[in-house]
């Protein structure tokens, strides 16, 4: 097993490193590798950003949404969680044999008296709490397992920003809320997340000698064109949504269809309006993304009551 140092902390170049990795290196080597990201949520391959996330606190944040290539759920990552990505090959032993890749991180967690043990289908926990989610994905002969752990992540915002919105139906994967708890509580003082660092490498890697693998120029810019082409565009991070449906009677009549994050079918009925002006909002919002600060933008230019405007976006977005 190799390990590569990877000291970013930007989110969209994180998932864009994972993805060249697992398609694109030039290595047959099989790779352990630890990474954090700055403030982000993270949604799994398949998920409704729309429905997994409170938008309007995390617009209010300025906090990134980035799809990753895998499934699961989706999660909130800073600088207090430590990422884990396994590179391998593509066996039957491998694939959703999440439990081979979490026992040497439960052991090393063990080592250090946390009563940590694997859950369920991927999650490793602590009693009923949740301190690492994991998840897979493969491509030809290579497959990548990576995973989370909770070492002093804000527990507050993580709850704030992942909740699920059941006012539109879709068929994506939804997210399992769990209890959650972070490692630091179950260590001394000085413990930091550089020890757990070292402490997992040394675990999973050992000696470093003739184990790093290093990066070419090339495939650091390769890997910059990948998050600037990919993983830093509406159409990656929103457009791959399930399409969704968003149904209301009262206040007032909307059926609402949104596909590859944009509005493409739009129903619409204010009783208090003309029939000219609700179609005029109906044409003047088709076609257009799903973002409420773009929506709002194009409702102020037209010539309607503010507080109909406003009763709209609360009940299309909140």
């Not at 990552?77 to 430590?82: A, E, F, K, T, W």
Request: net charge neutral.
């Amino acid at each position: 097993m190799k390990t590569i140092i990877n000291s970013s902390t930007d989110p969209f170049y994180n998932l864009a490193l994972e993805e060249y990795l697992l398609k694109y290196f030039q290595s047959n080597e099989e790779v352990f590798y630890l990474w954090r990201n700055s403030p982000s949520i993270i949604v799994g391959r398949n998920q409704n950003v729309f429905e997994e996330v409170d938008l309007r606190e995390v617009e209010k944040a300025g906090i990134p949404i980035i799809r990753r290539i895998s499934g699961g759920g989706a999660v909130y990552h800073d600088l207090g969680n430590l990422n884990f990505s396994f590179l391998v090959p593509y066996l039957k032993e491998n694939l959703n044999n999440y439990q081979k890749f979490t026992e040497p991180i439960i052991r090393v967690l063990r080592k250090n008296v946390i009563p940590a043990e694997f859950y369920g289908k991927s999650d490793i926990r602590i009693g009923d709490k949740k301190i690492s989610g994991n998840a897979q994905s493969f491509y030809q002969k290579r497959m990548i397992h990576h995973g989370t752990l909770l070492f002093d992540t804000d527990l507050d915002k993580l709850e704030s920003f992942l909740k699920i919105n059941d006012n539109y139906q879709s068929k994506s994967i939804r997210s399992n809320p769990s209890k959650t708890v972070n490692l630091k509580e179950y260590l001394p003082e000085d413990f930091k997340i550089t020890d757990l660092y070292i402490s997992l490498v040394e675990e999973i890697v050992g000696n470093l000698k003739n184990k790093l693998l290093k990066l070419t120029p090339d495939d650091i810019q390769k890997v910059k064109e990948l998050r600037d082409q990919k993983y830093q565009t509406y159409e990656w991070n929103y457009g791959e949504s399930p399409e969704f449906t968003l149904s209301r009677e009262e206040p007032f009549f909307l059926k609402l269809n949104v596909k590859e994050g944009r509005i493409f079918n739009l129903d619409l009925n204010f009783p208090t309006i003309t029939l000219d002006k609700n179609l005029e909002m109906k044409n003047s919002l088709i076609g257009h993304r799903f973002i409420e600060r773009e929506i709002k933008e194009i409702l102020l230019n037209l010539s309607m009551e503010e507080n109909l405007k406003l009763k709209f976006l609360d009940n299309v977005f909140k």
